[in-house]
């Protein structure tokens, strides 16, 4: 009569009812389950739901999870999750989880019991049989020859590498290529002169800024052809130091002045803006062919050994004469 005074309420006006599942029954050590314990009823009923140190039996919880309640059809849907998991096999039963509850007009708590729900924990491996087995005795491992040829071909092919990059270290040092082959002999200094002067017209210069582009194109000329035949850096030095190291070399002085002449006149139009007449620039012009022309070497056929040169009228035009100390250039004697 007790017991069924106590069901009564919840049997006959159900304020109050209570579920719980999993979401599966049958797992593997150390898989997880969820546990959930859902309860549904009036919004006027209190409850009390169970919290994180609930007795699940032989089930480890791992981590709870108590949503905030929600509203469905008028009443009140509230639940509380657990993680759950175990590391030994067999048949496992959640026991029952009590749910506290209060109706209106009641300030007594009263109790609501979940069913139990059967778990099933196998094995990893539920075909093996036994627990301790003997070891295994260790297994060779095969040895792998492509594996091995690959690393003996990259040392011989590392050391190829080094012994070339050894050689090409040595002979970029001594200025040589690392391979050996027929260059094409530069032309002579006065030749690449005489072309660059050749595309050089002075007629129709009128505007200064062609005027100043000419006289630096006949004093760039010079000077290289100077650095090319006497060796000396002309396009990085001043006139004075051009002069100075033509000094030291030995030119001839008329020579020297030469130079002096024609790279003092294109100064004064380069640095100066300095405008010279129109038959000026045919002058410049010609000068500098004058100095290219009376230094220039000319390699003849060899002297004959009869006489010196200029001796004997057949033997041709003598040209002109190289000192082989100073790299003065006299005229010889005309034919």
Known sequence: ??????????QADAPIS?????DKSTIRIGDLIRYTVTVTH????????????????GFDIRAYEAPG???????????????????????????????FYALPEDTAYRVLM????????????????GDIREIKPPEEIPRNWWLTLRWIGAGVLGGVLIVLGWIVYRRARAGKRLLPFRETPP???????????????????TDPVLIKAFYTDVSEIIRRYIEGRFFVPAPEMTTREVLDALMREQIEPDIREAVRILLEACDLVKFAKLI???????EVLDQACEIVHRTKIILGPSLPESGPVGENEEDGPAGLEVDAVTGAVHEGKDP
């Open 1 to 10: 009569m007790f017991l069924w005074l106590f069901f009564v309420p919840v």
């Open 18 to 22: 209570i579920s719980s599942d999993v």
């Open 42 to 57: 009036d919004p006027d009923v209190r409850i009390q739901l169970p919290g994180e140190g609930v007795n699940l039996g």
């Open 69 to 99: 309640p929600r509203r469905e059809r008028g009443r009140i849907v509230t639940e509380s999750a657990y993680l759950i998991s175990t590391f030994f096999t067999g048949e496992f039963e959640i026991p029952p989880t009590a749910v």
């Open 114 to 129: 979940t069913d139990p729900i059967h778990i099933t924990v196998e094995s990893v491996h539920p075909g093996e049989e």
């Open 187 to 205: 032309r002579p200094p006065h030749e690449v002169a005489f072309d660059a002067l050749e595309r050089l017209s002075p007629s129709g210069l």
């Open 276 to 282: 010279p007449p129109a038959p000026r620039h045919r």
